[in-house]
């Protein structure tokens, strides 16, 4: 987002004496243009940038100038902290012991109330209720390797069961739908894969010190992709589930059957996420067209009470 690339930018200025426009473009991975026009935008707010070229330019503001703690709004401070004590859930250090004490420094007194209401009004807390507790210490590792440009191994289990060793560069950070994968590139597979952390066992950093490649960001929206694939379905459930199944879809798609069920028009693709989906509802879903996924459904349900008769 550029509000808060803007924003990382003047803390680095403020932190740094000078730092050059392609060091930047590489920290924010963006072109050099767009970080001179982020320097236009942060002039014309009031903050004086000044370049200068050369071996050892770059940008730096000018020295006499000493920030006012009212460029940043009460909502914009509320957000930065809201962010950081997001992610001070799960990932510790200096970098966000420094960054609270920063931007608690632009907080003028008469505004620290306000501020720290607006701050506490949403909470996001990333750290599981149970399971995998190697999570947090796995993402103070990953994050360590990426400062160092170190690699990583560790073992890897995919989806099928099957483990692998696997030696990684690792290249960024990511929490998607509440899981956290790392984006690196397998030097077993001599590509970039994205590991899920919940399938990483014995995960070491390694003394080797990799040079960093060039790489795109993985594709995290499937939203288009799976518009395409996605069909309706017809499915009967109990008021008892109806929070969950509402994570799927919308309220719209319901209609009430009785007093205690609903007909709902689910989305559906036929791979093993979506019948696992199902099955997930237990006896308080039955798939009611079309007749080949019910059928599907009841062959599985079958299989599955043939494992108990044994």
């Known amino acids: 987002m550029k509000v808060d690339r803007l924003i990382s930018i003047i803390m680095i200025l403020l932190d740094k004496k000078r730092i050059g426009a392609q060091e930047l473009a590489d920290r924010f991975e963006v072109s050099p243009r767009t970080i001179y026009r982020d320097i236009d935008t942060i002039n014309m707010a009031g903050i004086p940038v000044r370049s200068t070229s050369g071996v050892g330019g770059g940008f730096e503001i000018m020295q006499e100038y000493k920030i006012d703690g009212k460029v940043f709004s009460t909502a914009d401070l509320s957000a930065i ?6 992610l001070s859930n799960m990932i510790h250090g200096d970098e966000l012991i420094n960054a609270f004490a920063k931007v608690k420094s632009f907080i003028p007194a008469e505004r620290a109330k306000d501020i720290e209401v607006k701050a506490n009004q949403i909470y996001v807390d990333l750290s599981p209720w149970i399971g995998n507790r190697n999570i947090q210490s796995y993402l103070e590792m990953i994050k360590t390797a990426m400062q160092r440009s170190k690699l990583l191994s560790f073992n890897y289990v995919d989806r ?11 290249y960024q950070l990511v929490l998607k739908s509440s899981h956290w994968y790392f984006q690196g590139y397998c030097l077993n597979r001599n590509d ?4 899920r952390l919940s399938r990483i066992s014995n995960l070491l950093i390694q003394e080797d010190v990799f040079t960093p490649r060039g790489y795109e960001k993985p594709q995290l929206d499937f939203t288009d992709i799976l518009k395409t694939l996605q069909t309706k379905i017809k499915i009967r ?12 879809c919308t309220y719209e798609h319901f209609s009430p059957d009785g007093d205690e069920h609903y007909i709902v028009s689910f989305p559906f693709i036929e791979n093993e996420y979506y019948y696992n989906v199902l ?14 996924i019910r059928a599907e459904m009841k062959r599985r349900i079958y299989h599955i009470a043939a494992l108990y008769e044994r």
């Open 192 to 195: 970039f894969r994205l590991f």
């Open 237 to 248: 459930i109990h008021q008892s589930v109806m929070d969950r199944v509402l994570d799927y």
């Open 279 to 292: 099955f997930s509802f237990g006896d308080k879903c039955e798939c009611l067209e079309p007749v080949h």
């Open 160 to 170: 099928y069961g099957n483990q692998t060793t696997r030696k990684a560069e690792p």
């Open 81 to 86: 902290l809201m962010g950081l004590l997001s």
